[in-house]
Each structure stands twice: as structure tokens, then as C-alpha cells.
């Protein structure tokens, strides 16, 4: 069920945004600008996760998506208008057409996971692998305290060539 959720996501947010460009498009608005595709894309990933997070009917979080695109757009463009009878109807049936779509993909998500599901009954588990223990080495040279001088008559101060 959390991959239909997860996929229901994901169309939410591309049909919103992707519907936002195009009627922007359609309408006569300019190619968005970086920072208004920013926006609309942080505006369709609010809608994507109220899809999978929450109980909001699809067509709803559609008409959201389609509306805030369409303030983003006409804010950022300076072409903000009031939409018409024709303009509505548009919006209506592009709703009506991508709420079937988003319906007949998790019916279809939901048959293929079905029938994965008996194919591969087990989860999947990992073989046991055998480690061994490590083993702490250490290493202690048996040396008296004199063979630790490196050369010269100390280790500290300049050498005796240099004073």
C-alpha cells in the first residue's frame, strides 16, 4: 500500500505542475522563468505529499495544484487574470482526465504488486556470513630504552653541528 501512496505522489505533483506549464502556455504566457519553476515545483511537492500523506480526494489536491500553478505563473509573468467559462471547463476536464489516470495507475500498481507478491513469497533475507573475530595485534619491540634514540645524543634541542 506505501507504493501506490508513493506513486500516487509522484503523479499528483507531475500532473499538477506539468497542467500549470501547459495552460500557462496555452494562455499566452511566457516560457517561466527559474525561479517561478522553483516555486510551482515546491508548490507541486505540497501537493504530492498531501497525496500520499493524507485523505484528500485526488481531483481536490488537482484543482489546488492547477490553481496555485496558475497564481505562480500569472504573479511571476504579470498576466493575472480572472478565468473564463472556457478557461473552467478546460480545468474541469483536464481534472477529470488525470484523476481517471492517477484511479487506473494505482488499480494497476496495485495488480502488479498482487502478483509479485505471489510470485516471491519470502522476503527477501540474507544468507548468514560467517566473520571472523578480530584479532588485536601488538607489536612491542624488545629493545632497551637506549636503541630508541634515534641518532645524536638526545632528541631534544639543534644538533651539536649547529650550535
Known amino acids: 500500500m506505501k507504493t501506490v501512496m508513493r506513486m500516487r505522489a509522484v503523479f499528483v505533483s507531475g500532473i499538477s505542475a506539468s497542467l500549470s506549464i501547459a495552460a500557462h502556455a496555452v494562455g499566452g504566457g511566457a516560457v517561466p522563468?527559474?525561479?517561478?519553476?522553483?516555486?510551482?515545483l515546491g508548490v507541486a511537492l505540497v501537493a504530492g505529499v498531501l497525496a500520499a500523506e493524507s485523505r484528500v480526494?485526488?481531483?481536490?489536491?488537482?484543482v489546488l495544484g492547477q490553481m496555485a500553478g496558475h497564481l505562480v505563473l500569472g504573479l511571476h509573468d504579470g498576466h493575472l487574470h480572472t478565468p473564463g467559462p472556457g478557461?473552467?471547463?478546460?480545468?474541469?476536464?483536464?481534472?477529470?482526465?488525470?484523476?481517471?489516470l492517477v484511479r487506473a495507475a494505482e488499480k494497476g500498481c496495485g495488480a502488479a504488486l498482487a502478483v509479485l507478491r505471489r510470485l516471491v513469497p519470502q522476503e527477501y533475507r540474507a544468507l548468514p556470513v560467517a566473520v571472523a573475530e578480530p584479532?588485536?595485534?601488538?607489536?612491542?619491540?624488545?629493545?632497551?630504552p637506549g636503541a630508541r634514540l634515534v641518532g645524536g645524543t638526545g632528541s631534544r634541542g639543534p644538533p651539536v653541528v649547529l650550535r
Open 87 to 100: 478557461m473552467l471547463v478546460a480545468h474541469a476536464g483536464a481534472v477529470v482526465v488525470a484523476a481517471l
Open 135 to 144: 584479532v588485536r595485534t601488538v607489536y612491542r619491540p624488545r629493545v632497551g
Open 33 to 40: 522563468h527559474q525561479d517561478a519553476l522553483v516555486l510551482l
Open 57 to 62: 480526494p485526488v481531483p481536490l489536491l488537482l
